[in-house]
């Protein structure tokens, strides 16, 4: 699989994070946000999603915009804590770290190769991310990349095209030395358009010790 292979580029969540959606999606629920925004792919919600994740609106602007989907007597009766309560239920979707993943990425870089990450995030993902990172493994999460390339900071976002043009015009390299391991068939079949050889992971599989990669 990595034969004549010198850039390996890692989606983050439900690659190498467990990535539980649903607990956002529920707890929002709860809080008595309509359905049909949460499950409707092309909705506003969504729209508004994506945005953020390409960083073409400030965090405020896309945690104002949940809030004005809340039902009046609940954003009343959080008051000033809304804006934290929110923060904390847009974070419940990040789950663990497996320790086997990042001994894999280790001996992958021990052995030569450059291990770059490219992920749909946000401001509001990132910080905790990293922090939830050293304080589960012990070192920093940039100990395990040669370079990041996040959507936020972009302002592109997978399964966009042009994001795997720009990774690939930054590392300076031919599209054929690079494999992409991704959870989403349609960013796995964007990046094939574009002559990255591509495999899709399972979302939150535990593939570390597995041999797959």
Same mark, same amino acid.
């Given at each position: 699989?990595?034969?004549?292979?010198?850039?390996?580029?890692?989606?983050?969540?439900?690659?190498?994070?467990?990535?539980?959606?649903?607990?956002?999606?529920?707890?929002?629920?709860?809080?008595?946000?309509?359905?049909?925004?949460? @499950?409707?792919?092309?909705?506003?919600?969504?729209?508004?999603?994506?945005?953020?994740?390409?960083?073409?609106?400030? @965090?405020?602007?896309?945690?104002?915009?949940?809030?004005?989907?809340?039902?009046? #007597?609940? +954003?009343?009766? %959080?008051?000033?804590?809304?804006?934290?309560?929110?923060?904390? /239920? %847009?974070?419940?979707?990040?789950?663990?770290?497996? $320790?086997?993943?990042? +001994?894999?990425?280790?001996?992958?870089?021990?052995?030569?190769? +450059?291990?770059?990450?490219?992920?749909? @995030?946000?401001?509001?993902? %990132?910080?905790?991310?990293?922090?939830?990172?050293? #304080?589960?493994?012990?070192?920093?999460?940039?100990?395990?990349?040669? #370079?990041?390339?996040?959507?936020?900071?972009?302002?592109? +976002?997978?399964?966009?095209?042009?994001?795997?043009?720009?990774?690939?015009?930054?590392?300076?390299?031919?599209?054929?030395?690079?494999?992409?391991?991704?959870?989403?068939?349609?960013?796995?079949?964007?990046?094939?358009?574009?002559?990255?050889?591509?495999?899709? /992971?399972?979302?939150?599989? $535990? %593939?570390?010790?597995?041999?797959? /990669?």
């Amino acid at each position: 699989m990595l034969k004549g292979k010198k850039i390996l580029i890692f989606d983050l969540g439900g690659v190498l994070i467990d990535l539980h959606v649903d607990r956002s999606f529920e707890a929002l629920l709860e809080m008595g946000v309509d359905a049909h925004l949460l @499950t409707e792919r092309n909705c506003l919600m969504s729209s508004v999603m994506m945005k953020y994740d390409r960083g073409d609106i400030s @965090t405020d602007m896309m945690f104002g915009y949940i809030a004005s989907q809340l039902p009046d #007597a609940v +954003r009343e009766g %959080w008051g000033d804590a809304l804006d934290d309560r929110l923060h904390e /239920i %847009w974070n419940m979707m990040l789950g663990s770290y497996s $320790p086997s993943k990042f +001994r894999r990425l280790a001996q992958l870089r021990a052995e030569g190769y +450059r291990v770059v990450m490219l992920s749909n @995030t946000n401001h509001a993902h %990132w910080g905790p991310i990293e922090e939830k990172f050293l #304080a589960e493994m012990g070192e920093p999460l940039s100990n395990f990349f040669d #370079a990041f390339y996040l959507s936020y900071r972009m302002h592109l +976002r997978k399964p966009e095209k042009e994001i795997f043009l720009e990774l690939l015009a930054s590392e300076c390299a031919d599209a054929s030395e690079c494999i992409f391991f991704d959870d989403s068939e349609e960013n796995c079949a964007v990046a094939r358009e574009v002559g990255i050889d591509a495999v899709k /992971i399972e979302r939150n599989e $535990p %593939w570390g010790d597995s041999g797959m /990669i």
